[in-house]
C-alpha cells in the first residue's frame, strides 16, 4: 500500500509539472487560472508551485464585466470567495473574481514607504488579455484581505481610491490611522469599508483598534465604514468545539452571509446604472456624506450584554481604544478580611508577597474547553466558593475536584503552570484555584491579573471580584483567594498577584472609581437609548461620533448579527 500511494503521489506531481502553466482551471469553482512568468511571477519556481497563480471565475452568461472582487490568499478567503451567497451576489452585478494566490502586490509594506504603483496595472492588464476581457484592465473593485493580508484592501483604496467601490477586512487589521502624505488624496473619497473580527481576537482589537480608527476615518476624512464582530469567536476559530461551544457563539457562514450583503450593498451604491469599463473607467457614484444608517459607537456591547470596552477621546477629538498616558489603575475597592473564616485542613494560608504570585494553591485539574460564563462579566456563581480539599464543583456539565498543586504545576515565580498537562492541544481551559492570604498590617495594594478577551482571569478576594490594575484597601487579617480562569489562548503560565502601589497611583484610583461610577450610572440610564439613526437626521458632528452602514437593509442584517437576545430592531425617524 505504502508503494502504491508513492507512485500516486509521484504521478500526480509530474502531471501538475506539465501541465500547460497558461491553463490551470480547478473546477467547478475557477474555469480559468494560470502562471504568472516573470517579472509579474516569481523568478525561480520551486517544487511546491505546482498551482495556478492567479485564477478568475466570471459568472455565466456574463460577456463584459463591470466591477471585480480581488481577493489575496490567505486560509480561508478563497473559501469566502467560493460561498454561494457571495457568487450569487456578483452574478447580479456582473462582477467578477480575481484571486490572488501567488502574486507579490508590491503594496503591503510593513511600513508607509511608497508603493509599487505598476504591478497591480500590469497584473489586470494581464488578465484582460488572458481572458479576452479588456474590461478587467479598467473595472473598479471591491478589496478583501485576511490577517496578514489586511492591509491589502485599504492600501489599494489609498493608491487607486477611485477605483475602489469597498474595502473589506476579514479578521485583520483597521485602516491605519493617520494615513501618509501619499495617501492623502484617497480621503476625499467616499469608500464603504468594513471590518469583521471576532470578539476575543488579539486580546480584543475590535474595539482597541478598529473602533478607534474608523471613528477617526469619520472625523476627518469621506470614508463610511463600520465594524462586524463575531461573538465568542477569536482569530476565525469559528469551530464548536466539540460541541461545547458557547450558546451565542457565531457560525461561519453568518459572516460570509454578511460580508456578502455588504457587497451586494456596496456596488448596487456604487456603480453608476449603466455603462462597463471596456474603453476606459466608469466613474463611481459619490456618495453623500449622509448616505445610510448611523450606528451607536458602543452597539456591539450593548447587544452582546457586556460592560461597554475602552474608548478614549483625546482634546484634539482623536479615539484611541487604550489610554497610553493614562495613570496605570482602573479603580478602588476597600474589602475587609474575612470574620471568624475556618481554613479547612489542607488548604494553604500563605503571607502576602507584594509582587509575588501566590505557590501555594489547591486547585482542580482543567476542564479541557473554555466554559461558557465569562468569569469577568458574570462572576457571581463564585463569589461564596471557599473550597476544602475534595470539595467538588460543577461547570458546564462536568465535575471538578480540588487537590493540592502539584509541584511541576507549580510557576517559576508562583502562580500556576500550564503547559505541564493543564492546557489541551486546542489551548481551551477553564481552571479553578484557591488558597488564603495572611495580612499583618493595613496597607494599599495593586491587582496585578493582565488578561485579554481572549484569556479571561478573575481574582474573587473575600467574596469581591477585583480587577487588573484595581488598587485595594486591605486590613490585618485573613483574605480567601478565588483564581477563576477561562483561556482560549496559547499561555504558557498564570502568575497574577497583588502588588505594590504609591501614594500618587492611589489618589489616581480614588479619583478614578468616582468617575467609574458616575459612568456606571450613565450607561445604565443610557441602557435603553436608541441604537440607530437616519444618518441624515444627524448634524456632521454627531454624524462623525457614529459608525456608518451604507443601507437600512444591512444596518438590520449587523443587528440580527449582534442582538444575541434577539431585540428588534429600531430606526429612529
Not at 142 to 155: A, E, L, Q, W
Not at 225 to 243: L, S
Not at 266 to 295: F, K, N, S
Amino acid at each position: 500500500m505504502r508503494t502504491i500511494l508513492i507512485t500516486f503521489l509521484s504521478c500526480l506531481f509530474l502531471a501538475n509539472l506539465s501541465a500547460d502553466p497558461n491553463n490551470m482551471p480547478e473546477p467547478p469553482h475557477w474555469p480559468m487560472g494560470w502562471q504568472l512568468p516573470p517579472p509579474l511571477g516569481i523568478e525561480e519556481r520551486r517544487e511546491r508551485h505546482t498551482n495556478a497563480d492567479i485564477m478568475v471565475w466570471i459568472p455565466d452568461g456574463v460577456e463584459r464585466i463591470r466591477a471585480m472582487l480581488v481577493v489575496p490568499n490567505n486560509t480561508d478567503s478563497k473559501d469566502w470567495s467560493e460561498h454561494p451567497a457571495v457568487r450569487k451576489v456578483l452574478a447580479k452585478h456582473e462582477t467578477a473574481i480575481v484571486y490572488l494566490r501567488l502574486f507579490n502586490t508590491g503594496i503591503e509594506a510593513m511600513d508607509y514607504s511608497e508603493p509599487d504603483r505598476d504591478r497591480i496595472p500590469a497584473l489586470f492588464k494581464d488578465v484582460a488579455e488572458r481572458t479576452g476581457m479588456p474590461e478587467f484592465e479598467h473595472a473598479p473593485w471591491i478589496t478583501f484581505g485576511k490577517s496578514s493580508r489586511g492591509k491589502f484592501p485599504f492600501r489599494m483604496a489609498w493608491i487607486w481610491p477611485e477605483r475602489t467601490i469597498a474595502t473589506i477586512v476579514y479578521h485583520g487589521e483597521t485602516p491605519s490611522w493617520p494615513v501618509p502624505e501619499w495617501a492623502k488624496p484617497a480621503m476625499e473619497h467616499s469608500i464603504l469599508h468594513v471590518n469583521a473580527n471576532g470578539e476575543t481576537e488579539w486580546a480584543g482589537t475590535w474595539f482597541l483598534h478598529v473602533r478607534p480608527s474608523l471613528l477617526n476615518y469619520h472625523a476627518n476624512t469621506r470614508w463610511q465604514g463600520h465594524i462586524m464582530v463575531a461573538k465568542d469567536v477569536g482569530h476565525g476559530d469559528y469551530g464548536n468545539q466539540d460541541g461545547r461551544a458557547p450558546p451565542h457563539k457565531l457560525p461561519r457562514v453568518r459572516t460570509w452571509d454578511y460580508l456578502a450583503d455588504f457587497v451586494d450593498a456596496a456596488l448596487t451604491l456604487r456603480l453608476p446604472e449603466e455603462g462597463y469599463p471596456t474603453d476606459g473607467p466608469l466613474t463611481l457614484v459619490d456618495l453623500p456624506d449622509d448616505q445610510g444608517v448611523a450606528v451607536d459607537k458602543y452597539a456591539v456591547e450593548t447587544l452582546f450584554g457586556i460592560p461597554r470596552q475602552p474608548l478614549y477621546e483625546d482634546d484634539e477629538g482623536r479615539f484611541s481604544g487604550q489610554h497610553g498616558d493614562g495613570p496605570g489603575v482602573s479603580g478602588y475597592v476597600a474589602i475587609p478580611p474575612a470574620e471568624d473564616l475556618e481554613v479547612p485542613e489542607g488548604t494553604p494560608v500563605i503571607p502576602l508577597e507584594p509582587n509575588q504570585s501566590p505557590r501555594e494553591w489547591i486547585l482542580t485539574d482543567s476542564l479541557k474547553f473554555a466554559m461558557v460564563t465569562d468569569p469577568m462579566v458574570e462572576p457571581e456563581a463564585f463569589l461564596d466558593l471557599r473550597p476544602a480539599l475534595g470539595d467538588q464543583v460543577e461547570i458546564d456539565g462536568e465535575t471538578l475536584e480540588f487537590r493540592d498543586l502539584p509541584d511541576n504545576w507549580r510557576g517559576p515565580n508562583g502562580g500556576i503552570r500550564l503547559n505541564r498537562g493543564l492546557k489541551p492541544p486546542n489551548r481551551n481551559i477553564t481552571l479553578l484555584a484557591y488558597t488564603v492570604i495572611e495580612v499583618e498590617e493595613a496597607q494599599h495594594v495593586i491587582v496585578n491579573a493582565g488578561y485579554t478577551a481572549a484569556t479571561r482571569i478573575q481574582w474573587i478576594l473575600n467574596g469581591v471580584p477585583v480587577s487588573h490594575q484595581q488598587v485595594v484597601a486591605l486590613e490585618p487579617g485573613r483574605y480567601p483567594l478565588l483564581f477563576v480562569l477561562r483561556m482560549a489562548a496559547n499561555w504558557d503560565r498564570v502568575e497574577p498577584n497583588l502588588g505594590a502601589v504609591d501614594a500618587k497611583k492611589i489618589e489616581a484610583a480614588r479619583a478614578m472609581q468616582v468617575e467609574a461610577e458616575a459612568r456606571a450610572a450613565l450607561e445604565e440610564a443610557e441602557k435603553d437609548r436608541p441604537l440607530y439613526f437616519n444618518a441624515s437626521d444627524l448634524d456632521p458632528e454627531r454624524r462623525q461620533r457614529h459608525l456608518r452602514v451604507p443601507t437600512r437593509e444591512l444596518a438590520e442584517h449587523l443587528h440580527r448579527v449582534h442582538a444575541i437576545d434577539e431585540r428588534p430592531f429600531t430606526l429612529v425617524d
